[in-house]
């Protein structure tokens, strides 16, 4: 069965703080995993892809852990900007479309 | 931003009509894919296509059939609308699918779909 599992939050944090949103995924094979942001009313667009060594953009950074079958989504500072939705996607096979979490949603407050 | 439009961007229909959402991308990417959002349900993939004449469904297809007969259109038809199909409509292309290299999907802007 092909799921990628999310807490939904929603997360309500203060302005400058550090949130981190984790996401499970079913299959030990996967290989492929991003994160998508989604504003309210609008399509989800791509946020960062995550890699097995990890990467950061800014603010943001991503993490794979594959023993545990996890990835993580860690922001710091946070801004009011980024209250949005959190999607995490992985892949489950070689010919088959990405699956993508419920979302986890974020707000930030001045 | 990826080139990517869909058609109309808001409708309103009655149940027993039949309605067909537009698709359209200047990328010639080779995948392209419709999903629905429901609160509650996130995404959920309805049918995907993998080339010009190949298709094939996802977890949602009941209810829902496509066609692409050009790689830069693919069309999502309800033949018998029902409530149940009230739902925001996504469309997404990307270059790949699956595996280590899978690319990340581009999503059109949406369309509000509301069946009365």
């Known amino acids: 069965r092909k799921e990628v599992e999310q807490d939904p939050g929603p997360f309500n944090v203060p302005e400058g703080a550090t949130v981190a949103f984790n996401c499970t995924y079913s299959n030990s094979a996967s290989q492929s995993f991003f994160w998508y942001r989604q504003d309210c009313r609008k399509e989800p667009k791509l946020l960062m892809s995550v890699y097995s060594s990890g990467n950061e953009d800014g603010r943001f950074t991503a993490q794979l852990n594959r023993a545990s079958q996890y990835i993580s989504l860690l922001i710091r500072d946070s801004k009011l900007s980024d209250s949005a939705t959190y999607l995490c996607?992985?892949?489950?096979?070689?010919?088959?479309?990405?699956?993508f979490g419920k979302g986890t949603r974020l707000s930030v407050i001045a | 931003d990826a080139g990517i439009t869909q058609s109309p961007r808001h409708k309103v229909t009655e149940t027993g009509t039949p309605v067909t959402l537009r698709c359209h991308q200047t990328?010639?990417?080779?995948?392209m894919y419709w999903y629905r959002q429901d609160p509650g349900h996130g995404l959920r993939l309805i049918h995907y296509?993998?080339?010009?004449?190949?298709?094939d469904k996802g977890e949602v297809s009941d209810g829902y059939s496509v066609s692409r007969s050009k790689t830069e259109d693919f069309l999502l038809t309800l033949e018998s609308a029902t409530s149940s199909q009230t739902s925001v409509y996504f469309c997404a292309i990307s270059r790949t699918s699956g595996g280590a290299g899978a690319d990340e999907q581009f999503f059109g802007p949406g369309t509000r779909l509301t069946v009365l």
């Open positions: 990328e010639n990417h080779r995948y």
């Open positions: 296509s993998y080339g010009v004449k190949d298709t």
């Open positions: 996607v992985a892949e489950f096979s070689g010919n088959t479309p990405l699956v």
